[in-house]
């Protein structure tokens, strides 16, 4: 059974920066096309950036020039280096193989002052 990982979430300032890192226990993560996703309170989750194995991002709009997502196949990581928190940046960050129902624990992000 894979597992995932998530770590790096925590409270920050407006304005402010976190990474936020994903390991996963899988011999072939290099195949995978990972994702990142978040749920605010009270909302829908939501996909906030895909990096195929190959490299290749993909973001949602509202995230787009203040997300970078990038993974480290070596280390078995996916990343996601957020820049520029709003406070509407606030939820549990979720990392997911696309191709597999299995879904990290997730990490708290909050943004307040």
């Known amino acids: 059974q894979v597992q995932l990982v998530e770590s790096g979430g925590g409270l920050v300032q407006p304005g402010g920066s976190l990474r936020l890192s994903c390991a996963a226990s899988?011999?072939?993560?290099?195949?995978?096309?990972m994702a990142w996703y978040r749920q605010a309170p009270g909302k829908q989750r939501e996909s906030v950036a895909t990096?195929?194995?190959?490299?290749?991002?993909n973001y949602a709009e509202s995230v787009k020039d203040r997300f970078t997502i990038s993974r480290d196949n070596t280390k078995k990581t996916v990343y996601l280096q957020m820049n520029s928190l709003k406070p509407e940046d606030t939820a549990v960050y979720y990392c997911?193989?696309?191709?597999?129902?299995?879904w990290g624990q997730g990490t708290q992000v909050t943004v307040s002052s």
């Open positions: 899988t011999s072939i993560f290099n195949l995978y096309t």
């Open positions: 990096i195929t194995s190959g490299g290749l991002a």
């Open positions: 997911k193989i696309m191709s597999s129902p299995i």
